[in-house]
């Protein structure tokens, strides 16, 4: 244990540069990297690289991103929880169990969040976006860190994300993920995945914001079909107002003829409605 720890430590130095040439920022995003593949992102010596890469570059931004994830990862931990549900913000559970009467009982390993740690990750990656504003993975990232953050009511990164459709599309920024074009058609498909998000956590907060997530950008994608058909999965899981539903995915399909989505709620409702219908011949 102690050689790993030895090992571990003089891997994070960051040696005196040769004589004459000092060392590059991304000699020391290189050095970073290869000390968090070995430790982790708030690993032993992780800490001393970001400092001494502050001192030599204090206005890169992919250091500011660095020191976030060392200030996430310093103050995020777990906790088991025991849960009623099969699902809790669109997790499996890690275990389960019955109790004495043999009703299963679930088992959720839940982040919990030091509240300096976070505050902190926040702060350093405000100021990664304010350097790179055209850099969207930095966005993401404190969007992401909010939507863990928050968990079943996701009011701030739900705002974040607002802000940023607004941001796109009326300042038309160009955008890059990780230094390389980042396209409209990229920026839409990340908002449907955050749509996806909000919609698996199947709470009425993260199902709401879902709904005004997928009526933002359906205001400026008017002829996608997916924020329609967005729109139909709210009505069905959140209101279960079939007729409302149907209505949404009929016109989701009239733009699109084959959204899958639309298609396989349309089929999960008629099966929902037939099951219903023969319950009631029954009784």
Known sequence: MKTNI?????????LPPVAGRAQSAAEFKEKYERQVRNAGADGVGVEYILDSWAAAYPDDAEMYKGRFLYHFAKGRSSRV?????????????MLTLKDQNGNPVYYYDVPVYDEEYFGQAIKDIEVAIKLAPDEIGYRFDKISALIGYEGGSPDMSSAELISLIEYNFTKHP???????????????????????????????????????????????????????SNEGAYWQKAEKNYKKALKCYNKALKMDPDNYAAKQNISIINRLQKLGDKNNKKQ
């Open 174 to 228: 160009h955008w890059t993920y990780a230094g390389e074009p980042f396209s409209e058609t990229d920026f839409s498909q990340s908002m449907q995945e955050y749509c996806f998000t909000l919609f698996r956590m199947d709470t009425p907060a993260a199902l709401e914001h879902f709904r005004n997530l997928s009526a933002r950008m359906s205001r400026y994608e008017p002829r996608n079909a997916d924020w329609v």
């Open 6 to 14: 030895i090992i571990a430590i003089l891997a994070a130095l960051v």
């Open 81 to 93: 929880e025991e849960r009623a549900s099969k699902s809790f913000l669109g997790q499996e559970p």
